[in-house]
């Protein structure tokens, strides 16, 4: 699939992803704040599991060799803005 759209001009896109950080906005007297839940193991993890699953967290580095999502493409529509 990657060297279908490598030879492709009009087609941008990005290499998959084998690490990624997890967000989550908290408010605080009024203000909302982006903060960075490290792992499973993050004292803020247990606060808002029930809105973040622990599969959101990347898997160890066997696990995702064996997926081979260094191998994806991640197509975002802005990169391909086609409406010149």
Request: hydrophobic share 30%; proline share 5%.
């Amino acid at each position: 699939m990657r060297n279908y759209f490598a030879g492709s001009s009009n087609v941008k896109f990005n290499p998959g992803l084998t690490k990624w950080k997890v967000f989550i906005e908290e408010s605080r007297q009024n203000k909302n704040k982006l903060v960075e839940i490290t792992s499973v193991n993050d004292p803020l993890y247990d606060k808002y599991k029930t809105y973040i699953h622990s599969s959101c967290f990347p898997s160890d580095e066997e696990i995702l060799k064996k997926l081979g999502l260094q191998n994806c493409i991640r197509i975002m529509p802005q990169d391909c803005d086609t409406s010149k």
